[in-house]
C-alpha cells in the first residue's frame, strides 16, 4: 500500500476505543459516542463514520489505526460498505493485520438493525477473509446472533402457500403471492434482538395459516422465537391457539405494535398509531387456552413499574396497583389479589377494569382511575372500555351517583364491549367526550356549568382528596364506566340502547354504527332526548324466528291452571341476541370464552360460519353446564314454568349452541330414583318430554352417588360437548328442547346379576333400567310398540348387557349428578303439536 496515502490518512482520522467496539472518525467530525453491543469473545468490531469513509487511503491507514489489539481478538469486522466486494483488498488486509477480516459486500443497515447486510439490502451479508485461506459466508449480520444458522440466507418456500424473508429481526413470512420485502418494508424497522429470532407475520392479501407458520416456528424452535404479528387476523386468540396446539409448545407474540412503523390493524385512516398496548409481549399456551403477559410497556406518567406486570401509583397500604393482563389493565388495591388473566388481547382497543370479582371499589381506586385516564396519551384514551367488576362502597356509589346526574352527553363515547363479534379499528379525529344515558326522569337539557352536587342524608361526605370533580370536564373520564357486566369480546355498535328505569350510575352509550347510503343524521339539541331506531337484523333462512311465549300468570284466585312451558324455536341466535346475551353475562362470558377459543383453535370444524357468532352460542353452552344462574338447574326450571329466565339472550342463543354441534348417534346415560323419577313409572309406549335441554352421558361406565335407576336413550338430537367441554368428569351430550322420548321397557336384573366380577373394584350399576327412543323431530307418536322401537329396543339390551357386567366409576361432581338425574315430564297433549313441529337444524 502506498506509505505517503497512509500517512496522509493518519493526519486527518482518529480511532475511539469503547467497552466492547472501535470508531474511527474524521479529525474534524466532533467525538459522538462510540457504538455500543455485546462483546463477542475473539471478535472486535469497527465501526467508520461516513466522512472516515471518504478518506483517500483508509484501508492503509486502518493497520496503524488498530494499534495493538487486545489479547485474544482472532477477527476483525470491519464496518465498510462493499469492501467484501473488492475480494483481493479485504485478503491482503487480512495478511497484514494476520487476523481475520470480516467484512460486508453491499450496504447494511444501522447497529439497532444488527447491522443487518443480507436479501433486501443490495448485497449477501458479511464475509470472512482469511490471511492464509479462501473466503467464506460470515453471516447476515455483525455481530452474528447465536441464532443465526437457524435463519435462511436466502427467500425460501415453506410450503405451497407460503414463503418467508430474511430480515433483520429473523424471518417475513408471506403468502407465495404478497410481494418479496426490501429494506423500505415495515418488517425491516422491527427491532432486532440478539436472544432470539423474531417471525415477522405479513403476508398483502392474504394471511399465512397456522399450519404453515406452525412449520416455521418448529424450524426455529432452538432460538426461542417471538412471533410479531402484522395483520389484525394473526393477533386473533383463535389464529395463535391454533398455532400454539399446532407446535406442541407455548408460543411467544408481540402485541402487535413494535417500535417504529405498526401494523395496520392499530392504525387510523391517516397511518398513525391508534393505540400501544400496555402488554408488549405475551405467551399463548400451548394447550390453547389463556395468554399470559410476559412483558409490559413503560408506566403511564405519575405511575412507576412495580414488579413484572403491575404499576403502582403511591406507597404502602394506601398504594393503588394496575395489574397488566393481555386484555388491558386491572385496577386493585394493595390487599386485593393480582388480576388473573382471562381475557385474550384485543389489538383494536383495551378494557379498564375496577377491580376483580368481589373485590371492594372504593373511592380511592375511583380517584387512581381518573389519575390514569387523564394521563393517557390520546391513542390509548380513545379505544378505551371501562368497566367495574368488583363491588362499589356506599361512598363510591355515592361518588358515581353524583357524577351520573351531573355529566351532560357531549359528543360520542369510545365503544363499549358488548357482544360477540369484534369491531373495525375506530379511527378518531379528535378527542372523544362521553355520551351518556339519564334516566326517563332526568331529560337532557342544553349543556350548563355543573352546580355543586346537593347533600343527601344518606350519602356519607366525600373524604378529602377523594375526587376532584374539575377531573370530570377531562374526560373521557370515570363518567364514562357502567357496573354491567361487559363482555371483553365486541360487536359493531348498535346505535343506542335501552336506559335502565332506575340507573345507579352512569353507562356508555355505544356509537351509533354506519348507515349505508344515508350519513347518519346529527343528533338534534333539544330538551327531550331523541330515540334512535336499531337496524332490523338480517332474515334468516334456515328457519322463521318466533316469538317465545310469554310466561302465563299464576291465577289470582280459585284453582291454579298449570303453567304453560315455553315452546322455543329451534333457530339460529341474532346478533342482537348475542349481544345482549354477552353484557348480561359479563365475567362468565369471559371466563368461558378462553374454554371457547382453545376448543375451536383444536377443532376447525366446529367454525362453521361466522365465528365470531358461534363464540357466543357456544359459551351459551358452557355457562349451561357450569353454575349459577346460567345453569340447567336454573334455566330448564324456568322453561318449564313458562318463563324465559336465566340472562337476556342466553336461551336464543344456548338452542343454537346446540345446532352447532355435533350430532351424537349411539346410546346414552341418565340416571334416577326407583320410586321417585317418572322415568320408572313409564309403561311401554309412556311418551315423556324435556321442555327445556336435557342432558345425558356419552360413558357408558359411569354412576352418580344414590342412583339405582338406569335410563338408557337412544338419541335422534343429542349433540356432543366433549369437543367443546374437556377435561370433564364425563362427556356429556344435550338434547334440543322439546325432546321427547318413548318408554320401551323396563329392565329389572335378577339377584346378583349385577355384581362384578370377584377381585374388581368400584360400583355396580343399578338393578332396574328403563330404556327409551327419542322420537324424531315432526314423528307422530303412537302407544304401541313399531319395528323401529322393537329395532332401537335390541340394541339398548345389548348396551344394558355390557354395562352391567362393567366396572363403573363413580362421579361426584353435585353439579353433574343433579344435570344426570333430573327426571323428565309427562307428555302434555295441549303442547304435543308444538313440540313436534319442533325441527333439529343440521350443524353449521
Not at 478518506?55 to 477477527?75: M, N, R
Not at 394473526?234 to 412503523?261: M, Y
Not at 365503544?415 to 372523544?432: C, D, F, I, K, L
Not at 323428565?824 to 313441529?837: I, K, N, R
Request: glycine share 8%; charged share 20%; net charge negative.
Amino acid at each position: 500500500m502506498n506509505r505517503n496515502a497512509a500517512r496522509q490518512a493518519l493526519d486527518v482520522l482518529v480511532a475511539e476505543p469503547g467497552a466492547t467496539q472501535l470508531l474511527v472518525r474524521h479529525r474534524e467530525e466532533p467525538p459522538s459516542r462510540v457504538p455500543d453491543g455485546p462483546a463477542v469473545p475473539g471478535q472486535l468490531i469497527v465501526s467508520i463514520s461516513e466522512r472516515a469513509r471518504q478518506v483517500p487511503a483508509f484501508l492503509a491507514a486502518l493497520p496503524t489505526l488498530l494499534g495493538e489489539l487486545p489479547d485474544g481478538v482472532e477477527s476483525v469486522w470491519i464496518g465498510l460498505p462493499g469492501l467484501a466486494g473488492d475480494p483481493a483488498g479485504a485478503q491482503l488486509l487480512a495478511k497484514e493485520l494476520e487476523l481475520d477480516v470480516v467484512a460486508p459486500d453491499g450496504p447494511f443497515l444501522d447497529p439497532e438493525a444488527g447491522r443487518y447486510a443480507g436479501h433486501g439490502t443490495g448485497g449477501t451479508g458479511w464475509w470472512r477473509f482469511r490471511a492464509d485461506g479462501p473466503a467464506g459466508f460470515a453471516g447476515l449480520r455483525c455481530p452474528s446472533p447465536r441464532w443465526e444458522a437457524l435463519v435462511p440466507r436466502t427467500t425460501v418456500t415453506v410450503d405451497a402457500t407460503t414463503v418467508v424473508d430474511p430480515v433483520p429481526a429473523g424471518l417475513y413470512a408471506r403468502t407465495v403471492g404478497a410481494p418479496a420485502v426490501d429494506r423500505a418494508d415495515v418488517a425491516f424497522s422491527v427491532p432486532f434482538d440478539g436472544r432470539f429470532p423474531k417471525v415477522v407475520v405479513g403476508g398483502g392479501d392474504a394471511t399465512p395459516s397456522p399450519a404453515s407458520i406452525a412449520t416455521v416456528l418448529n424450524r426455529l424452535a432452538d432460538g426461542d422465537p417471538l412471533l410479531v404479528p402484522m395483520t389484525a387476523e394473526v393477533t386473533d386468540h383463535i389464529w395463535q391457539a391454533e398455532l400454539a396446539l399446532r407446535t406442541g409448545r407455548d408460543v411467544r407474540f408481540a402485541s402487535g405494535v413494535p417500535l417504529g412503523p405498526v401494523p395496520s390493524c392499530v392504525l387510523t385512516a391517516e397511518g398513525k398509531s391508534l393505540f400501544q398496548p400496555f402488554p408488549t409481549v405475551l405467551r399463548q399456551t400451548a394447550g390453547g387456552g389463556d395468554q399470559h403477559v410476559l412483558d409490559i410497556a413503560p408506566p403511564p406518567a405519575g405511575w412507576t413499574r412495580s414488579g413484572p406486570r403491575s404499576y403502582r401509583l403511591g406507597d404502602g397500604d394506601t398504594a393503588v396497583f394496575a395489574d397488566v393482563v393481555p386484555s388491558g389493565l386491572v385496577l386493585r388495591a394493595a390487599s386485593a389479589e393480582c388480576a388473573a388473566e382471562v381475557a385474550p388481547f384485543d389489538p383494536t382497543g383495551w378494557t379498564l377494569q375496577l377491580g376483580n370479582a368481589g373485590d371492594p371499589v372504593g373511592v380511592r381506586l375511583l380517584v387512581a382511575t381518573e389519575r390514569l385516564l387523564a394521563a393517557l396519551d390520546p391513542g390509548r384514551r380513545a379505544v378505551v372500555r371501562v368497566r367495574v367488576a368488583g363491588t362499589l362502597d356506599e361512598q363510591a356509589a355515592a361518588v358515581l351517583h353524583r357524577m351520573s346526574a351531573g355529566v351532560q352527553p357531549a359528543g360520542r363515547a369510545p365503544s363499549v364491549a358488548s357482544g360477540p363479534a369484534r369491531p373495525s379499528a375506530p379511527a378518531p379525529q379528535a378527542p372523544v367526550q362521553p355520551r351518556v344515558q339519564q334516566a326517563p326522569a332526568q331529560p337532557q337539557q342544553a349543556p350548563v356549568q355543573q352546580p355543586p352536587a346537593p347533600a343527601k342524608p344518606a350519602a356519607p361526605p366525600r373524604p378529602a382528596g377523594a375526587l376532584d370533580p374539575r377531573l370530570l370536564s377531562a374526560p373521557p373520564s370515570i363518567a364514562m364506566m357502567s357496573t354491567s357486566p361487559v363482555s371483553t369480546v365486541s360487536e359493531p355498535p348498535r346505535a343506542v340502547e335501552e336506559a335502565p328505569a332506575e340507573p345507579d350510575i352512569t353507562e356508555f352509550v355505544p356509537p351509533p354504527a354506519p348507515v349505508e347510503p344515508e350519513p347518519v343524521a346529527p343528533e338534534p339539541a333539544e330538551a327531550e332526548p331523541v330515540a334512535e331506531e336499531v337496524p332490523e337484523e338480517e332474515p334468516v333462512e334456515q328457519a322463521p324466528v318466533a316469538e317465545e311465549p310469554e310466561p302465563v300468570p299464576s291465577q289470582p284466585t280459585g284453582e291454579q291452571e298449570p303453567l304453560k312451558p315455553l315452546v322455543l324455536a329451534d333457530r339460529p341466535s341474532t346478533s342482537a341476541e348475542q349481544a345482549r346475551f354477552a353484557a348480561a353475562a359479563g365475567d362468565a362470558f369471559s371466563e368461558a370464552l378462553a374454554t371457547v377459543n382453545a376448543a375451536l383453535a383444536a377443532w376447525p370444524s366446529m367454525r362453521q360460519g361466522d365465528t365470531s357468532d358461534a363464540k357466543a352460542d357456544y359459551v351459551a353452552v358452557c355457562l349451561y353446564l357450569g353454575r349459577g344462574e346460567a345453569s340447567a338447574a336454573q334455566l330448564n326450571g324456568a322453561v318449564r314454568a313458562g318463563q324465559k329466565g336465566g340472562l337476556d339472550g342466553q336461551l336464543q342463543c344456548l338452542v343454537s349452541g346446540i345446532r352447532r354441534l355435533p350430532t351424537h348417534r349411539r346410546a346414552v346415560l341418565r340416571q334416577g330414583k326407583v320410586g321417585e323419577s317418572l322415568e320408572h313409572a313409564s309403561t311401554p309406549g309412556t311418551l315423556l318430554s324435556e321442555p327445556g335441554f336435557l342432558t345425558a352421558s356419552m360413558d357408558l361406565d359411569v354412576t352418580v352417588p344414590g342412583a339405582d335407576l338406569d335410563v338408557l336413550i337412544w338419541p335422534a338430537s343429542a349433540r356432543r360437548t366433549s369437543e367443546l367441554m374437556v377435561s370433564r368428569p364425563m362427556n356429556e351430550v344435550v338434547f334440543a328442547a322439546g325432546a321427547r322420548f318413548k318408554a320401551l321397557a323396563v329392565r329389572t336384573a335378577a339377584e346378583g346379576e349385577e355384581e362384578t366380577e370377584e377381585g374388581e373394584e368400584g360400583p355396580a350399576a343399578p338393578r332396574v333400567a328403563v330404556l327409551f327412543r327419542e322420537l324424531a323431530p315432526g314423528e307422530q307418536p303412537d302407544t304401541e310398540l313399531d319395528e323401529r322401537d322393537l329395532a332401537v329396543l335390541a340394541k339398548l339390551d345389548q348396551v344394558l348387557a355390557r354395562r352391567q357386567q362393567a366396572t363403573l366409576r363413580l362421579v361426584e361432581d353435585p353439579d353433574v349428578a343433579a344435570r344426570l338425574t333430573t327426571s323428565l315430564v309427562e307428555w302434555q297433549p295441549d303442547v304435543a303439536e308444538e313440540l313436534s313441529g319442533h325441527t333439529v337444524g343440521a350443524s353449521r
